[in-house]
């Protein structure tokens, strides 16, 4: 299928939900709360755009209809980058989203969906859930009058699409690069030009030669982009998004007038959704990563240990810059920080030294 007609067409596909549809399947009864929910992401597009339309539908299946769902994807209502006013000055009731988009409100939004040598998937949702992480969140989006809850995981990201290779750190002055968040400001500082471009504005740009680079996501959704049209450079380990988490964010008014049961039913599918959607992301990436080595020649490079260590010396100056803005900011910081150390200790003796001896062992990656 054509990349255009995942971003333009409305109502198909798995998952499809049509604009401003309703998604409950019962009848509406009396007390039905009314739940608008706009989004970042394309229409029916693979991965975070079928996930933000399958928790919309589980929100009206699971509530029997008593949540009259609309769901729109973005652009439909409101442009992408708009969502988070949209929804805090109440004209929709939540949105599905990247918190790191609106840094420039608070640069604490950041750390609620990934920062440069940040949090992996299973790191993320340990802190959000049991290490502090969802109160600080509730006490900044509680400033704009949100409620966040995490509800999608894309997990590692790749470094991402280069026109050129990238042999040096010198490489990345001048360069053009779409790439939003605390990552295009370690960009920033390391001589790149930089801009925040929602999805569907990513490709004509790319193509055009209006930026030389970009990174999206991972191979499974980054295929169905065909960025290998314009940049046949794909590389790896990505620094900036180890494991980005998405949120259902809702305006804190709508929350408070939720039932505990309206209220649970709506973080049982976000808690769902949170889960499936970095399982089909893994399950998904391998399969992708052939498919564009195999059928459209991409070269996957790996960032040499030069390059990486100007990623980390700049990232360090990124994060103190934002501990520095406030009180809130810095304890936010301090929290990601510590639970950065903590759960890093235990993956490094766990999870990293398992799954290297295993693939060590079989013969795998290597």
Known sequence: MDRRSFIKKAGLGVGGVAAGSTLAAPAIAQGTKEMVIVSTWPRDFPGVGISAQR???RIAQLSEGKINVQYFAGGERVGPFDVFDEVASGNAQAYIGADYYWKGKHPGLAYFTSVPFGLTYPEMDAWIRFGGGQELWDELQGEFGLKGLAAGNTGFQMGGWFNKEIETADDLKGLKMR????????????????????GSQIYENLVSGAIDATEWIGPFNDYFMKFYEAAKYYYAPGFHEPGSQLSLTMNRDFWDSLT??????????????????????????????????????????????????????????????????SPLAGRIVDSFLAARNSYGEWMAIADVAYVNQRNRVLGVGG
Do not use: C, W
């Not at 939003?180 to 929602?198: C, E, N």
């Not at 996957?300 to 934002?322: H, L, N, T």
């Open 55 to 57: 928790l919309a539908e």
């Open 179 to 198: 790439i939003p968040g605390q990552g295009g400001d370690v960009l920033a500082k390391l001589g790149a030009s930089t801009v925040s471009l929602p």
């Open 260 to 325: 505990d049961t309206e209220r649970a039913i709506i973080e049982a599918a976000a808690t769902e959704e949170n889960a499936k959607q970095m399982a089909e992301t893994n399950a998904k990436n391998p399969e992708y990563l052939q498919k564009l080595i195999n059928e459209h020649g991409v070269e996957v490079k790996i960032f040499s240990d030069e390059i990486y260590d100007s990623f980390g010396e700049a990232s360090q100056e990124v994060m103190e810059e934002a501990r520095d803005h």
